[in-house]
């Protein structure tokens, strides 16, 4: 596999892109990112990157194709390049709510979905991958999402709880950190330090979890003692709903996910 077109080149397309061209091991010689206006992309430019606005030049000349485009064009897109595709060709799309059957009307290429995070861009993104054709085939897409971060092999019925735990929960997790920040600042520190401070505190939080393997609640033990601080704060929090928002939000998304299906 040479070269991979990425069919819109929004934030998303754009993330996968930067992610894939800051890796030192990629497999693709040559990428194609596609959009409607070019002149957004330009700074993308290089040897290796090609800027178009001709989806079907990118899809013809790719050996795996992305699309990364708003769920209502997905089709369009698909019945524009479906003359260039072939079953020598992988396509993987990352759209919200498009099931492999869609992909799988207009072509015979191997279809893929895969649901990564907007932290691809800094190759530290979940990926979730669903699709199972060949050993080669399923290698090919799960090395493109291994260099961007780490993945998962889900079965298909569970992306668009994928799509709410990993990708929408990335912003869930930002606006946990832009609160941390706000109650810092109320505290005493300035923005920027408090939001260090809150960001680093996420960060180790999430190292002590992927590292030791340990549930949330044995970490939180290890801060909370009787009567102190820690567990004030935590009761206080829940008192006003802090898991209870948490989780309605993600079934909420779910909600609207299975809506779009």
Not at 46 to 74: M, Q, R
Not at 155 to 161: C, I, Q, S, V, Y
Not at 191 to 215: D, M, P, W, Y
Request: charged share 25%; proline share 2%; with cysteine.
């Amino acid at each position: 596999m040479k070269t991979l077109a990425i069919i819109g080149g929004g934030n998303l397309g754009k993330s996968i892109l930067n992610g894939l061209v800051s890796s030192n091991t990629s497999i693709f010689e040559k990428i194609f990112i596609t959009r409607r206006n070019t002149g957004r992309l330009k700074d993308l430019e290089s040897k290796t990157v090609t800027v178009t606005s001709d989806n079907i030049l990118a899809a013809k000349e790719a050996d795996v194709i992305i699309l990364a485009i708003k769920p209502f064009k997905i089709e369009g897109i698909l019945e524009e390049i479906k003359d260039v595709l072939n079953s020598s060709k992988i396509i993987i799309s990352v759209v919200t709510g498009t099931e492999i059957s869609t992909i799988e009307k207009y072509s015979d290429a191997k279809a893929y979905r895969a649901m990564p995070n907007t932290a691809v861009a800094i190759k530290e993104s979940i990926t979730m991958i669903s699709g199972n054709y060949d050993d080669e085939s399923n290698k090919i897409v799960k090395n493109i999402f291994d260099q961007v971060g780490e993945t998962v092999e889900i079965e298909e019925e569970l992306m668009g709880a994928a799509t709410v735990l990993g990708a929408c929960g990335i912003a869930f997790a930002l606006r946990y950190l832009r609160a941390a920040t706000q109650g810092g600042i109320e505290i005493g520190f300035s923005s920027k330090t408090s939001q260090f401070i809150a960001a680093q505190t996420v960060k180790g939080a999430c190292e002590l979890i992927l590292q030791n393997g340990t549930h949330p609640e044995e970490e939180i033990d290890k801060v909370t003692t009787p009567m102190g601080v820690t567990i004030s704060g935590l009761n206080e929090m829940e008192h006003q709903g802090f898991s209870s928002a948490l989780i309605k939000g993600l079934i909420t998304s779910y909600d609207k996910v299975k809506k779009m299906s």
